[in-house]
């Protein structure tokens, strides 16, 4: 069954303090992973779509990189405003459809 | 990228009752997903719309309770039919422009009581 696990579920950082999101994956046929910033009250945002182990991504404080296994989400320097849950997702072939299959996400606190 | 709305934006039913939610998307595309988020709980796929064709569903999602109507490239219908307290959730829609990453709608709010 493919499986997507993110951690932490929660993580509270200072501003300015740098760390890491992982999102973890077991899947028959990757064909992408995708990470979505989401808002209370809004539906996810695309930031970064990956596909083949050892490419990176970047936007302003956030980089995204992919292995075999996992994906990280470095927040660097994170600011008040990238407080949000970060959702990652695979993208997998089953039953001759491709489908997105969602982790439960990690809800980033930045404290001023 | 698309930009896509959805009514209503939040709603409260009683158990029993039907609620339709629309999609609007400002591009004709191909496929259509609709999805539920439930409180702490991943996105889960409910069923993919192609236009012109009967919409294809996950397990554990059935045409009765979840019909879908899809009568244009730039729009979409779900109806949480016969409902119940465990229907409570936030239904999503989503399209994929170029085939790769999605674009999801605000999402609709959903309180059965």
């Known amino acids: 069954e493919d499986q997507v696990t993110q951690s932490p579920e929660a993580l509270r950082l200072q501003e300015g303090e740098s760390s890491s999101l992982n999102c973890s994956y077991t899947v028959s046929g990757l064909r992408g992973l995708f990470w979505y910033r989401q808002d209370p009250g809004k539906g996810p945002e695309f930031l970064f779509t990956l596909y083949s182990a050892g490419e990176e991504k970047e936007k302003e404080r956030l980089k995204a990189t992919l292995t075999k296994k996992e994906s990280f989400l470095h927040i660097t320097a994170p600011k008040p405003e990238d407080s949000a849950t970060y959702l990652c997702?695979?993208?997998?072939?089953?039953?001759?459809?491709?489908?997105?299959?969602f982790g439960k996400g990690t809800k980033l606190t930045v404290n001023p | 990228s698309a930009v896509i709305s959805q009514k209503p934006s939040r709603d409260i039913c009683q158990r029993g009752t039907s609620l339709t939610i629309q999609c609007q998307v400002d591009?004709?595309?191909?496929?259509m997903f609709w999805y539920r988020q439930q409180p702490g709980q991943s996105l889960t796929l409910i069923a993919t719309a192609n236009q012109g064709s009967e919409a294809t569903y996950e397990s554990g999602f059935v045409i009765d309770k979840f019909p879908i109507s899809r009568p244009n490239l730039t729009f979409s219908t779900l109806t949480v039919s016969n409902m119940s307290p465990e229907d409570s959730s936030i239904y999503l829609c989503?399209?994929?422009?170029?085939?790769?990453?999605?674009?999801f709608g605000p999402g609709t709010r959903l309180t059965v009581t």
């Open positions: 989503s399209v994929a422009p170029k085939g790769g990453e999605q674009y």
């Open positions: 997702a695979v993208r997998v072939t089953q039953g001759g459809s491709e489908k997105l299959v």
């Open positions: 591009s004709q595309v191909t496929m």
